[in-house]
């Protein structure tokens, strides 16, 4: 399993991005996926997770609102739309995969198995 995120960049604060992370392994689109960020000096932090279907979704308090996290399992591709950035929203992020789950939607990163390369987001004042 290989997940790959991209999308990243440099945007002021107000401005949107949105995060890919393509996904190779067959039974990828049956598992749950995640984003979560890491800030420089931080522990890793939950951001959104989404079933296998797309039907449920779990957000960190910080992003809830702001943030939509989607999948397209024909094109085997997860997304997260970040709108209304902040400062503090500036972190590597990465795309994870829990083959344990189908419809959990946890926060725990210990659960997500395989964890790709990050995308780095930098959100400017």
């Known amino acids: 399993v290989q997940l790959q995120a991209s999308g990243g960049g440099l945007v002021q604060a107000g401005g949107s991005l949105r995060l890919s992370c393509a996904a190779s392994g067959r039974f990828v689109s049956t598992w749950t996926m995640g984003w979560f960020r890491q800030a420089p000096g931080e522990e890793q932090e939950f951001v959104a997770a989404i079933s296998s279907t797309g039907h449920i979704t779990n957000y960190a308090a910080s992003v809830k609102g702001r943030f939509a996290i989607s999948r397209d399992n024909a094109k085997n591709t997860l997304y997260l739309q970040m709108n209304s950035l902040q400062p503090e929203d500036t972190a590597v992020y990465y795309c994870?995969?829990?083959?344990?789950?189908?419809?959990?939607?946890?926060?725990?990163?210990?659960?997500?198995?395989?964890r790709g390369q990050g995308t780095q987001v930098t959100v400017s004042s």
């Open positions: 994870a995969a829990d083959p344990k789950s189908y419809i959990r939607v946890g926060p725990n990163p210990h659960r997500y198995d395989y």
